[in-house]
């Protein structure tokens, strides 16, 4: 699939150029994507541009990954990452990080809405789970303002950047 753009009052979400690099290179040194997420840590330029030039791109083609930037309308300022996942037939996870700067404003409640009613709509999906590491309470509150049900926390289910285990909380959301 070609990637998509979409709109919402604030924010346009769109698949990342090479233009985005930097703003994605400066977002990944945030210590808590670093520890919430599995960017690589040092998070470096050479990171951004690999995801950006190649990853992203050749995720979209292989129609398990959609990731879109979603970039503020009034500043074009990032505001962070947005992605639907394959898991299995009909099941796909939501994925995000928020810019620090951009976090607070309600703009990754906009966004991860845009993506899962595009998802909703475009893909065969029955079900949206979301999985966030025990803690992340900013994702949390955002997966629980779309209406997902947090429905458990698996113990000790990964390893993170810090080299140890830790319990993840996980969410589901059901068709419409």
């Known amino acids: 699939m070609d990637p998509v753009c979409l709109e919402t009052d ?21 210590e808590d994507i670093q520890f919430y997420t ?3 840590v040092p998070y470096r330029r050479a990171d951004a541009e690999t995801l ?14 959609y990731t879109l930037g979603a970039f503020r ?14 898991i299995s037939r009909g099941v796909w996870e939501l994925g995000y990080w928020a810019v620090k ?7 990754s409640v906009e966004a991860a809405r845009a993506l899962c009613d595009w998802g909703w ?3 065969d999906v029955h079900r949206i789970e979301w999985w966030a590491m025990a803690g992340n ?5 955002v997966a629980e303002k779309l209406g997902f ?6 113990r000790n289910r990964g390893i993170a950047n810090d080299g140890q285990p830790h319990d993840w909380w996980v969410g589901g959301l059901m068709r419409p």
Request: net charge negative; charged share 25%.
């Open 10 to 30: 604030r924010l346009v979400l769109r698949a990342f150029t090479p233009t985005d690099v930097d703003a994605v290179y400066e977002a990944c040194q945030d």
């Open 38 to 40: 599995p960017v690589p």
């Open 52 to 65: 950006v030039g190649e990853k992203l791109p050749a995720q979209w083609a292989e129609d398990k990954d």
């Open 73 to 86: 309308k009034d500043t074009g300022a990032l505001v962070g990452s947005y992605c639907l996942t394959l």
């Open 101 to 107: 700067e951009q976090r607070g404003r309600g703009y």
């Open 121 to 123: 709509a475009s893909l």
């Open 137 to 141: 309470t900013g994702s949390r509150a």
């Open 149 to 154: 049900t947090v429905e458990g926390t698996l």
